[in-house]
Nanobody, 127 residues
C-alpha cells in the first residue's frame, strides 16, 4: 500500500502562489495515476488536477493555466504549483493515488477511482 502526506498549504493573498507537495511512502507508485482534489466547507470534494504514469495531465477548467501538477517517481513526490490564486481556491487540498489506471489513456478525474488518499492540507486565499 502507499501512504501519502501533503504539505505546503497556508495563507496567501489573492494573486500569490503556493506549491503543495505530497510525499509517498510504501510500495513504488510509478505505475499509478496521481491526483489533487480539494474540498471547500459545505461543498463536495472536487477534482483539481491529475497526472498518469506517462506524464499525461488533466486539469479542471477552473485552474487551467494557473496550476501545474508534476511528479518525481525517484523521490516519490507529487507537486501542485498554484499561481494567480483566487479566494475561490480556498479549500483543503488532498493528494490521491489510483493504482488501477495503468492501461487507461489518461488519469481519471473521478474521485471514486482513487484508492488511497492523504490527510489534506489547508489552503486559504485572502482577498
Amino acid at each position: 500500500q502507499v501512504q501519502l502526506v501533503e504539505s505546503g498549504g497556508g495563507l496567501v493573498q489573492a494573486g500569490g502562489s503556493l506549491r503543495l507537495s505530497c510525499a509517498a511512502s510504501g510500495r513504488t507508485f510509478s505505475r499509478d495515476s496521481l491526483g489533487w482534489f480539494r474540498q471547500a466547507p459545505g461543498k463536495e470534494r472536487e477534482f483539481v488536477a491529475a497526472i498518469n504514469w506517462s506524464g499525461r495531465t488533466y486539469y479542471d477548467d477552473s485552474v487551467k493555466g494557473r496550476f501545474t501538477i508534476s511528479r518525481d517517481n525517484g523521490k516519490k513526490m507529487v507537486y501542485l504549483q498554484m499561481n494567480s490564486l483566487k479566494p475561490e481556491d480556498t479549500a483543503v487540498y488532498y493528494c490521491a493515488g489510483d493504482s488501477n489506471n495503468y492501461y487507461s489513456g489518461g488519469p481519471s478525474t473521478v474521485k471514486e477511482s482513487y484508492d488511497y488518499w492523504g490527510q489534506g492540507t489547508q489552503v486559504t486565499v485572502s482577498s
